[in-house]
């Protein structure tokens, strides 16, 4: 499924990770790093800011 940022926000903040493994189609892509999540979210706040 399609997580949305709150739910992947609060997986890091469950887990208390700093990477989450990334699946798709069942398949294992790789890890999303919190950081690099929180950057490309503060992005995406400030292209949609009016």
Known sequence: G???MQ???KKFHDSRAW???VI???RYLGFVSKSKLL???RR???NFAP
């Open 2 to 4: 399609k997580d949305t």
């Open 7 to 9: 739910q992947v926000m």
């Open 19 to 21: 990477n989450l493994p």
């Open 24 to 26: 798709k189609d069942g």
């Open 39 to 41: 950057t490309a979210y």
């Open 44 to 46: 995406k706040l400030i």
